[in-house]
């Protein structure tokens, strides 16, 4: 008996040092998980911080807006007020919600005194009223000042969970600038600023588009997933510990 015990046993110890390596790895990729999501919580609040310092600061000029961009490529929420004239028949259309509604967020061309582009978000309207010939009274004619947030470009696709954007029905699903501007009937070679602006809650004749549909809710839920990874590597510790120290005691 003492023999077959003893063959057992030392068959067992291999298989005993594989487990606990596993757990050992298995510990640190959680510790590493958990350092993650403590490194994001705190770039999160730092992006939060600024997103609200930006937000409730005095607009700036078109000029010192695109300053910034050149010297950071972010411009994301800066107030920034821009005067121009609307090209109405270049509308790009992105489909959106809004308080609970389906339609699309107008982007329209503005033309600016030195003969450049902006694609103005001038927000939103219902789904049913796309046409611009439905909502004449919101097609400003003439000269206009626009204050809004500028809005970085988007580098790519954010999603492949996205549908392509439908370019032939003007339907944007994201927002692709330079698509947006290309399909907008601009002149050939107009140079285009190399931001969005999205166009504040400034009440437009006839009430449509309506403005002011930015949506600022960046979700901070990294404390809680380092929390999440962090017990679970205490609790793998604790077994861990607890079979180690079990052949101690049946010795």
């Not at 790895?25 to 993650?36: E, K, P, R, S």
């Not at 982007?107 to 939103?124: E, H, I, K």
């Not at 004619?141 to 969970?161: D, E, F, I």
């Amino acid at each position: 008996m003492t023999g077959a015990a003893g063959l057992v046993a030392g068959r067992s110890r291999p298989r005993s040092v594989l487990l606990l390596n596993l757990g050992l790895v298995l510990f640190a990729i959680l510790i590493g998980l958990g350092t993650w999501q403590v490194q994001r919580l705190h770039w999160k609040e730092d992006l939060l911080a600024t997103i609200d310092k930006r937000t409730h600061s005095a607009p700036l000029s078109l000029a010192d807006v695109e300053r910034q961009f050149a010297a950071s490529q972010d411009v994301d929420y800066t107030p920034v007020t821009v005067t121009g004239i609307f090209l109405h028949q270049g509308e790009r259309h992105f489909f959106s919600t809004w308080e609970g509604d389906s339609g699309f967020n107008v982007y329209t061309p503005l033309q600016l005194d030195d003969g450049r582009f902006v694609l103005v978000n001038r927000g939103f309207v219902p789904y049913d009223l796309k046409d611009p010939a439905k909502r004449p009274k919101g097609e400003v004619a003439g000269k206009v000042t626009v204050t809004g947030l500028a809005r970085n470009p988007l580098p790519g696709k954010p999603s492949m969970m996205l549908p392509d954007n439908d370019v032939a029905k003007n339907i944007f699903f994201w927002k692709d600038r330079d698509v947006m501007a290309a399909t907008a009937g601009l002149p050939a070679g107009a140079p285009l600023v190399p931001f969005f602006i999205d166009a504040d809650k400034t009440p437009n004749p006839g009430g449509l588009p309506v403005g002011g549909v930015t949506i600022i809710d960046l979700p901070n839920n990294h404390l809680q997933y380092a929390v999440t990874w962090y017990g679970l590597a205490a609790a793998l510790a604790a077994v861990l510990i607890l079979r180690l120290r079990r052949p101690a005691k049946e010795a």
